[in-house]
C-alpha cells in the first residue's frame, strides 16, 4: 500500500495521506485514487460498492473531502477491492487505472 505524506505550502496546511494507487472507503464505498489535479486540490477517483451488481464511476473528490468523509482502506479492504476488480476485469470491464489494486488480488 502506498502511503505518501505531503505538506502543502503554508502555516496551517493540514498533513494528507491521499496519493495516487491508494483505496480509501467511506460507508460500503470504495474510492480508488488514480491522479490528483495539479493544484493539489481534489482527486480523480474510481468508485464502486460491494454489492451484486458493481458500477465503476470515474468521480472527482475534494481533497478536503478525503479528511472529513473517508478513511485510508485497511489489508483485508484492500484484498476484497482487488477480488472486486479481478472479477469485473474477468467480465470484460476495463480496469487499467487499478492494475497496481489487482496485486492484491494475488495475495489473497
Known amino acids: 500500500m502506498v502511503d505518501v505524506r505531503t505538506r502543502p505550502s503554508g502555516p496551517s496546511a493540514p498533513v494528507s495521506s491521499v496519493a495516487t494507487n491508494t483505496l480509501w472507503v467511506d460507508e460500503g464505498r470504495y474510492v480508488w485514487v488514480s491522479a490528483i489535479n495539479a493544484k493539489g486540490t481534489a482527486a480523480e477517483c474510481w468508485a464502486w460498492r460491494d454489492q451484486t451488481n458493481v458500477r465503476l464511476r470515474p468521480t472527482t473528490v475534494p481533497m478536503d473531502q478525503f479528511e472529513t468523509g473517508y478513511r485510508l482502506a485497511d489489508e483485508q479492504e484492500y484484498r476484497r477491492a482487488a477480488q472486486i476488480i479481478a472479477a469485473l476485469r474477468g467480465a470484460g470491464v ?5 492494475r497496481p489494486l489487482l496485486e492484491y488480488a494475488k495475495k489473497s
Open 94 to 98: 476495463d480496469v487499467s487505472p487499478m
